[in-house]
């Protein structure tokens, strides 16, 4: 699993007892999932159609970097499924898992499923380029 983008936790991020709210970590992992799936499918007419299991593990605070480490661990017709983990950049606890997050690739005037021409093998082949 290769860590692939960073977040600083900001006050506006934390929840009532002073930590990293669970809603935020989901939105950005939501979010970073999606950027890795179009850029590994490269193509952006995807669609989150599952999240599956979430572990939270430690708690993040304020000034904390959380960085988020992404793999594609399924690839189907029109589906591609990632799993993220997102862990503290010092620390290298693990803050948060999301097993199983699906995108589907859709026709972005139909929004139907369309097969995105990827196999696993081919994106597992993929260079991943790392931040600076």
Known sequence: MRFLSRRLVMPNDLNFAGSLFGGRILEWID?????????????????????????????????????????VKKVGKSSV?????????QTKQNICVADDIVFVHIDPETRTPQP?????????????????
């Open 116 to 132: 995105h021409g990827k196999t696993k093998a081919e994106l597992d082949a993929l260079p991943i380029e790392t931040p600076m």
């Open 31 to 71: 979010e970073e999932a999606y950027i890795f799936a179009a850029c590994q499918l490269d193509a952006k007419s995807l669609v989150t159609k599952h999240i599956g299991a979430i572990s939270f593990d430690t708690s993040a605070y304020q000034g904390d970097v959380v960085e988020f480490g992404l793999g």
């Open 81 to 89: 499924t990632v799993t993220c983990v997102v862990r503290n950049k």
